[in-house]
């Protein structure tokens, strides 16, 4: 069972441009999570995803950052306009079930670096 | 809101010394909690997980005890190896969606 894949691993984009970030989820799993980790912190939570649907955006900057899910496909973690401080490592997990008893699987995450 | 404080790194140590990361807590209700581990270039990988008070989670020698009293997950392993260097994230998952993670803790082991 493959596990969670994200790509591309590494991105780099000009000030200005768009990002888009990709994430399958482990096989099985309807339930997707996008985190950030800025250099030397801890990962901070920025959506949740089931299929086609956009659970909870708490973590998500209101403008320039959209997610989605769709029924078919990859989850998509889509930054427009990038400035420099959009860069950081995004992390996708996945889930079976949703909760603390089901547990998150990470990817091996998007370096994104803005020029 | 909830909020996880982990001991702030680098710990260094040598190989086969005993090692200790601590992790508090502040939730409400009663969270499961875990720790996590990232080797340099890649992503987070489960190390182990407890669901309720006094609960042990355990696994590759390493071990922590869920704590109500104290409000703690302190992470434990009584030999490190060199291959045991990496990031550590004490997290919880507080019934709100999301895992809310600490600022982790680099441990660096030296043969």
């Known amino acids: 069972n493959a596990g969670v894949m994200q790509n591309p691993r590494h991105l780099v984009r000009r000030r200005g441009q768009e990002a888009r970030l990709r994430c399958s989820p482990m096989?099985?799993?309807?339930?997707v999570y996008w985190y950030r980790q800025l250099p030397e912190e801890g990962l901070k939570f920025m959506v949740y995803?089931?299929?086609?649907?956009?659970?909870?955006e708490s973590g998500m900057p209101k403008e320039r950052f959209s997610a989605e899910f769709p029924k078919e496909g990859p989850s998509i973690l889509r930054i427009q306009q990038v400035v420099r401080g959009d860069s950081a490592a995004y992390f996708c997990?996945?889930?079976?079930?949703?909760?603390?008893?089901?547990?998150?699987?990470f990817g091996p995450g998007t370096r994104l670096t803005v020029l | 809101g909830d909020s996880v404080t982990q001991m702030e790194g680098p710990v260094t140590l040598s190989e086969e010394a005993f090692l200790t990361i601590n992790c508090t807590y502040t939730a409400t209700g009663y969270p499961s909690l875990f720790w996590y581990v990232q080797y340099p270039g890649e992503g987070l990988q489960l190390l182990l997980k407890?669901?309720?008070?006094?609960d042990k989670g355990s696994n590759k020698g390493f071990e922590a005890t869920y704590r109500k009293e104290t409000t703690s997950f302190h992470l434990e392993k009584g030999s490190v190896q060199v291959s045991d260097s990496a990031v550590y994230f004490c997290a919880l998952w507080g019934g709100y969606n999301k895992l809310i993670f600490g600022a982790g803790t680099r441990l660096a082991v030296h043969p």
């Open positions: 407890a669901t309720k008070a006094d």
């Open positions: 096989k099985g799993h309807s339930h």
């Open positions: 995803l089931q299929k086609e649907n956009i659970i909870d």
């Open positions: 997990a996945s889930s079976e079930g949703q909760g603390g008893t089901d547990t998150q699987y």
